[in-house]
């Protein structure tokens, strides 16, 4: 199975991995290639990475810390 979140640090890795991957995998932009089971698990998988990287960011110098945040998926 294919990991797709697994070398993302901080939040905004998670999200811009999760952009990369929409654009890839989503069906309506596949359609020669069913790739609903794919999207479907990097959804899975985005939303285990959500939870992981959720208070870890990363500031404009690309230092890297953890505080609670309120935002949403």
Known sequence: MKRYFEN???LEDVKQTYKKLARDLHPDCNPNKDTTADFQ???RQYEEAWKRCGSTHKN???ETYTKETTETQ
Do not use: Y
């Open 8 to 10: 993302c640090t901080t």
């Open 41 to 43: 698990e990097m959804q």
């Open 60 to 62: 404009a110098a690309g």
